[in-house]
């Protein structure tokens, strides 16, 4: 059982990261098999509407963008994805839905690279956003047929500087449940 984690800020090591290592720790800590993919090292190009994931019967994404290789294996080796963006101007980042709109088209064509897998995500924001953000990238999961935990409140922190988020305990605390909610889902679905 696996858990590819994605990060949306181009930020490394800031606060999103933070808050998928708090998540992956728990998940590993279940047993889980954890991946970490940070779009600040691979910048994804946006989708171009080429309809050439509709071409065909591969599994693939005809755009050539090194940064992007890679990435449709590694979700179809997960049965778990976490997604975390930090809120920009009240959104998820331009990263984050490139990376998204890629997979989630090439996965309108081949529904099993998402259906019946485990989604989850973590928002920071430093003030204000973060429950847009965080309905933004639920709706991705849902309209994919995938499977949605829950946490004890919803996923968002609050952090501006690098490393802010860890002075929010509560929102640490939220994404600690998320990750064992997930892990136990992630069990259940694997019996
Ligand atoms: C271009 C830009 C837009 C932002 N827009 C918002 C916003 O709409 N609401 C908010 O609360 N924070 C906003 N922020 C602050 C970030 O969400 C915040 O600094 C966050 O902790 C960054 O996460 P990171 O460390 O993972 O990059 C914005 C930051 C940037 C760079």
Redesign the pocket.
């Known amino acids: 059982m696996r858990v590819l984690a994605i990060s949306g800020?181009p930020?490394r090591n800031?606060?999103?990261?933070i808050l998928i290592h708090t998540a992956l720790d728990v998940l590993a800590a279940e047993g889980v098999e954890t991946d970490f993919l940070s779009l600040a090292d691979h910048p994804v190009k946006p989708c171009i509407a080429c309809g050439g994931c509709f071409r065909g019967d591969e599994v693939r994404c005809v755009q050539k963008d090194p940064a992007f290789d890679g990435i449709l294996d590694r979700v179809a080796a997960a049965q778990g994805i976490l997604v975390g963006s930090?809120?920009?101007?009240?959104s998820a980042t331009p990263q984050t839905m490139a990376l998204l709109d890629r997979i989630g088209y090439v996965a309108r064509r081949h529904p099993d690279l998402l259906r019946r897998k485990v989604g989850a995500a973590v928002v920071?924001?430093?003030?204000?956003?973060q429950n847009f953000t965080f309905a933004q990238l639920n709706y991705f999961f849902l309209i994919a047929e995938m499977i949605v935990p829950g946490s004890n409140y919803w996923n968002v922190a609050f952090?501006?500087e690098?490393g802010q988020?860890q002075n929010d305990t509560e929102g640490l605390d939220t994404v600690k449940t998320l990750a064992r909610n997930m892990a136990w889902l992630m069990k259940k679905l694997d019996g």
């Open positions: 800020s930020r800031g606060n999103t990261d930090p809120v920009y101007f009240g920071v924001a430093r003030r204000a956003g952090g501006r690098k988020v």
